[in-house]
Every structure is written in C-alpha cells, then in structure tokens.
C-alpha cells in the first residue's frame, strides 16, 4: 500500500517539476506595457482570467502569462496575441490538433494590390471622342480613385514586413488604414455618380454602344478590384490591430500543454515564433518542494561478503553506515489548505505564512522511507515540515566481528523527522 502511495507522490511531483515556467514571471504586465491597455475583455468571456497575451517588441515576442498562473482542470485557458501582422503572414495554433489560417484574404490582397494596366486606357485616349464627355470624365473620376486606393492600400502594407507589430506600428497602421477607408468613401462616391449617369438613356448607349464604352469598362474593372483589395486589406488589418484569441478549454489534471505559434509568410515558409507550456494541476491546491531533511530512523546498511572456513565458504554481512540518524534529501508533495486571510491560491506568495499537509520521500531511495507531517510555507517560498518518518532498519543479528554479522533482522518503525525545503512548484 505505501509503496502505491509513493508511486502516486513521485509521479505526481515529476509532472510538476519537469514543466518549463512561462516566458515572464507570475504578474508580469510586459504586453499591457507594450500594446497599450485592452478596453475591456479584449474579445473573450466576462471574468476569464486564465489567458496567455503573445505580444511584439519590435524585435522579438513576449509571453504575458495570466494574473495567476495556477491552472486548474477547471480553468478554460485562452491564448491571445495581440497586433499579428495578418497583412503578411498567416498565423496557426499548433495545440493538441493545429489550426492553420486561410490565405484567402492574403490571396485577394495580393492580387489586387499590384498596380492595373493603364494600356486600354492610352489606346482609347487616341480614338475619336464625341459627345459623352461627361460619361469620359465619370469613368477616368472612378479610375483615378480607384488609383488612389490600391496606393493607399501597398503605403500601409509596405512598412510591416515582421510577423509582429510594435505600438508604434500599430499607431501608424491605424492612421493608414484611416486614410484607406477615406479613399474607399471617395471611390464609393465617384462610382454611384458613373452609375446614376449609366442609367439615364444617353449615359446608357454611351456605356454600352458608344466610343466610350470602353472607357466605362475599364473604370468598373479597376472599381471591382480596388473593391476586394480594399474589402481583404481592411479585413486583416483590423484584425492586425485587434487580438487573436484561441481557446483551449479545461484539460484533465496532470496534463502538461504545450502551445506552439506558427507564422507562415507569403512564399509559404513557417516559422515558429513563440511556445508556451503549463501543466494542467489539481483543483486541489498542491505544492512540490524538496530540501534537507533529518529522521530519526538509523542510517544502516550491509554488504554481502564471503567468508572462508576449513571446508567451505560462509555467508555473511557486512555493516555499513555508523548508525547515526539518517539525512538527506527529500522530496514533498503538499496539499494547501490554509492562509492568513483565507486564501487557499497556491500562487498568492504574498501570504506570509501557509499551512500544509506534506506527504514526502528520500529522493535517494524513493518509497524506503515515507515522510508523512504538517508544513509551514513562508511567503510562498522556504517549508518547515515536521512529523513521522515510515521506514525499515536492518539490523544484524550473531555478530561475527563487531561489524560482520551472519543473520540479518528487517523491521518496520516509525520515528521523528524535521525538513527545511523551498518551493519548486
């Protein structure tokens, strides 16, 4: 039964242990600092605390992990990456299953940001042009508006070539897309003027049957792809200056997550940029920590040697150790249930003292000796534990030599203990 019991500690505190901390430190405010504050939830449920905020330096990516860091298997976790630059780059979650965006924003933008051929409009200029002049002026007015906007669409696009965009990027991003949505109204306006001319008798054999027809052809192409480019750029670079929110929802107690992001540029290329881990604990306040401990249960133990007689060889024991009390190292698996103001969050470090109930090993022989007791954790940090040691002695019985002994004796006891650990979880 104790020896089920230790399996259970040891792997429940190796889970734990070998889980890499987050990027920043527990309460670190590092996005909030460098994209600016979110209004509200920032796209996610009232009250949802336990979310991951990727953010962009100009140089690099930074993790701000959540206010409090302890994730249940009740805690629905959500990843948020605020300012990804979606005019260039894709952007994937790469979980338990991976989650790819679509390039097919990225495909229109691309298509229609290239500047329109200007070819049939110089052929036309040389052909004859009679009467329409007002459907001619209409058309090139819709043209060059149109111009205008794939402009104002490749200036704001042009600057961001990083997967990330800085707070200063964001603010010029916002002002360009600003302008864009300006050029869009004045090209929206440009074209209702072409059409209500197209839809009197004369503007309608001008645009369809007349010299300048293919004047008005041309305004409505270059009007259309203006349109998807602006429809796609607008689009992603709203969500360029939102939050990309992925949710991850509870996972069973013991899990250890590892959330990968990937970029993936125009020409296909994939770059991870940022990993994030944590493990899935106990609704139940549990601690790992380890250190120094003492037990009162004698240090003994024996070596098999061989002794020769008259005829034969005999079988004997060998003592080592001097008997004194045992020390070493141990490991503690804890369980929290009391703090000064009646906090039981494993992460509250600025409670001075914390009351446990540890249940611990010696590392060097997990589950020979059981330490079972009552521990202080003081702020958040160094353990006091004291209480019972479980284990066996060996003791050698028909001493041969004052250390040699032929028969051995193995029996359980029970003694004091007192450790001193720090907190490794």
Request: glycine share 8%.
């Amino acid at each position: 039964m104790r020896r089920w019991i230790m399996g259970c500690v040891l792997g429940g505190a190796v889970a734990l242990v070998a889980a890499p901390a987050s990027a920043q430190t527990p309460g670190s405010t590092i996005c909030n600092q460098l994209a600016g504050p979110l209004k509200g939830v920032g796209g996610l449920p009232p009250r949802t605390r336990s979310v991951f905020d990727v953010c962009y330096d100009g140089e690099t990516w930074r993790v701000q992990p959540p206010p409090n860091p302890r994730l249940t298997s009740k805690d629905p976790v959500w990843v948020r990456v605020r300012h990804f630059n979606f005019l260039r780059y894709t952007l994937a979650f790469e979980v338990e299953e991976e989650r790819s965006e679509s390039y097919g924003f990225l495909a229109k933008l691309w298509s229609g940001i290239l500047n329109p051929s200007v070819a049939e409009i110089l052929v036309g200029l040389g052909q004859e042009a009679v009467k329409p002049l007002n459907m001619i002026a209409l058309a090139a007015d819709v043209y060059r508006t149109s111009q205008e906007t794939q402009r104002r669409i490749t200036a704001a696009v042009e600057p961001h070539r990083k997967p990330g965009l800085s707070l200063a990027e964001v603010t010029r991003l916002t002002t360009a897309t600003a302008g864009v949505r300006a050029a869009v109204q004045a090209m929206q306006e440009a074209y209702r003027k072409l059409q209500a001319e197209a839809e009197t008798p004369e503007g309608f054999r001008s645009a369809f049957a007349g010299s300048s027809a293919k004047y008005y052809q041309v305004a409505v192409e270059h009007y259309g792809a203006a349109t998807s480019a602006a429809d796609a750029f607008l689009a992603l670079a709203d969500r360029s200056l939102g939050d990309e929110v992925k949710k991850l929802g509870t996972k069973d107690a013991g899990t250890r997550v590892t959330v990968t992001l990937v970029s993936t540029d125009p020409n296909g290329v994939k770059e991870e940029f940022e990993t994030i881990h944590y493990v899935s604990q106990s609704s139940s306040p549990l601690v790992v920590h380890g250190g120094l401990t003492f037990a009162g249960i004698k240090d003994i133990s024996f070596d098999k040697v061989k002794r020769v007689a008259q005829v034969s060889e005999e079988d004997l024991f060998q003592q080592r150790g001097s008997g004194d009390n045992a020390s070493g190292f141990a490991l503690f698996l804890s369980w929290q249930f009391w703090a000064i103001g009646g906090s039981s969050d494993q992460e509250a470090k600025q409670q001075p003292v914390t009351l446990l109930a540890s249940l611990g090993t010696d590392v060097r022989e997990p589950g020979k000796t059981l330490f079972a007791g009552p521990s202080a954790m003081l702020f958040g940090r160094a353990v006091v534990t004291a209480g019972a040691a479980l284990g066996r002695e060996t003791t050698g019985d028909e001493p041969v030599e004052p250390t040699i002994f032929r028969v051995l004796t193995d029996r359980g006891t029970t003694s004091w203990f007192l450790s001193l650990t720090f907190r490794l979880y």
